[in-house]
T-cell receptor, first 109, second 114 residues
Framework: GQSLEQPSEVTAVEGAIVQINCTYQ??????LSWYQQHDGGAPTFLSY????GLEETGRFSSFLSRSDSYGYLLLQELQMKDSASYFC??????????FGAGTRLFVKA | NAGVMQNPRHLVRRRGQEARLRCSPM?????VYWYRQLPEEGLKFMVY????????ESGMPKERFSAEFPKEGPSILRIQQVVRGDSAAYFC????????????FGPGTRLTVL
């Protein structure tokens, strides 16, 4: 079957750096997306990696290694408002995006 | 430029009733996706539609669930004879093209079945 695995929760302190890993197993693969979702809110697109390597967007970076079927989201200079759930999602080339179960990030003062 | 709109935001139904969820995609977007999210879980793909066409409904239960995206008006997700297990958040997303790298999500409809 097709699946994405990511840790269920991560805790870090304000100002720190946190990495959220995602491994995927899909029948087709074109790229990996990351979404942020605050409690009660809608998922918001953060990044998309189609090629191997690191993509940086402000405090957030995303990495992909297609040979390892692995990616991660890196959040730097953590702020309290970063407390949310983070989902990795695989673009399988069809019309269906497969989402991971999400990683709940708790940022402590 | 309005984003994806969904209504109602909250919907309460009794078992056996029908639930109708509406989604208006972003202006210029003709591709709509519906997802279901249970508490503490990720988003589960249900159906992908273009105007007047269902392209992929592989994630939608065969019974009681249907979706449409008419030429005029919003996309509708209909759940007939709701059961308690249908209680979830239902999100709609839209994109300007059929590629799924970036989707814009609506605020969701939280369905509670009593």
């Amino acid at each position: 079957g097709q699946s994405l695995e990511q840790p269920s929760e991560v805790t870090a302190v304000e100002g720190a750096i946190v990495q959220i890993n995602c491994t995927y197993q899909t029948s087709g693969f074109y790229g990996l997306s990351w979404y942020q979702q605050h409690d009660g809110g809608a998922p918001t697109f953060l990044s998309y990696n189609a090629l191997d390597g690191l993509e940086e967007t402000g405090r957030f970076s995303s990495f992909l290694s297609r040979s390892d079927s692995y990616g991660y989201l890196l959040l730097q200079e953590l702020q309290m408002k970063d407390s949310a759930s983070y989902f990795c999602a695989a673009d399988t080339g069809g019309f269906k995006t497969i989402f991971g179960a999400g990683t709940r990030l708790f940022v402590k003062a | 430029n309005a984003g994806v709109m969904q209504n109602p935001r909250h919907l309460v139904r009794r078992r056996g009733q029908e639930a109708r969820l509406r989604c208006s995609p972003m202006k210029g977007h003709s591709h709509v996706y519906w997802y279901r999210q249970l508490p503490e879980e990720g988003l589960k793909f249900m159906v992908y539609l273009q105007k007047e066409n269902i392209i992929d409904e592989s994630g939608m239960p065969k019974e009681r669930f249907s979706a449409e995206f008419p030429k005029e008006g919003p996309s509708i997700l209909r759940i007939q004879q709701v059961v308690r297990g249908d209680s979830a958040a239902y999100f709609c997303a839209s994109s300007p093209n059929p590629n799924t790298d970036t989707q814009y999500f609506g605020p969701g409809t939280r369905l509670t079945v009593l």
